[in-house]
């Protein structure tokens, strides 16, 4: 091998090397300061593309939980409201009971009658203020409710409405029903009775509905979960690993600045043949 202080083969290898530790370094300290092995296209463009894929989904995934708890409020008000409806029937129905008596006398069945028409009149209150944002399933002509059921939008959960009105298909008790003897008290605790039977099923309903849209929302909560962790699985970088990688490649480094420097001394070595 001929030597020559024009070209200086050790040092040029010597530079290489440096240079590719120093690539190596700035691709670790990057992973370590981020926490990321592929922290742009840059780093792996195929894991890249599919980490962002999936990071669109978790994100739809956000709007499709908040449309759900935007939908469990709102059955979830018509469930608090239905059962008030049915507390309130139970209590009319004691009334109108208690005025079929016929040993009762007029004033005795008007005051029934009174706390019977005061009942039924809370019920239609409750009827009408049974909103959550701007959504009421029990009045009549109520909103059924639907939530998004996937991050594509192309499923929908759906709950819907039941009419909890007076004189509706279930509460048969109509805005002035009331009783002024025995015979009309009768006549109204057959309604009432009905109307217990069809108010209980119709929030059995929505409580199934609230039940199907609190399932579906921990089902989405875990889908997510299982997308992050799939991500971080490809994209994740072991700090650990890392870590001891930057150690190793410092100490490389500096024996790459120690290789460098004896070969630029090299050409100095010839001089010594002229003296």
Known sequence: MSTSIITNTSAMVALQNLNNTAAQLTTTQNRISTGLKV????DNGAIWAIAQNQRSGIMALDQVKDSLNRAQSTV???VSAGQSISDLLNQMKAKALAATDTSLDT????????DFKALRDQIGKIVQNADFNGANMIKTGGSSVYALANAAGTNKLTVAAVNLGLGGGNVTVTAAGT???NATASAQLSLVNASITNVN?????LGT???AVQ???TFIGSLQDTLTTGVGNLVDADVAKESANLTALQTKQQLGVQALSIANQGPQFLLSLFK
């Not at 099923?201 to 309903?205: H, R, T």
């Open 215 to 217: 399932t579906h929302l």
């Open 179 to 181: 009783f002024t003897s």
């Open 209 to 211: 509905g609230s039940t």
């Open 201 to 205: 099923a119709a929030v059995a309903k």
């Open 39 to 42: 922290s742009s296209a840059k």
């Open 107 to 114: 004033n005795s069945i008007n005051a029934l009658a009174n």
């Open 76 to 78: 979830d008000v018509a």
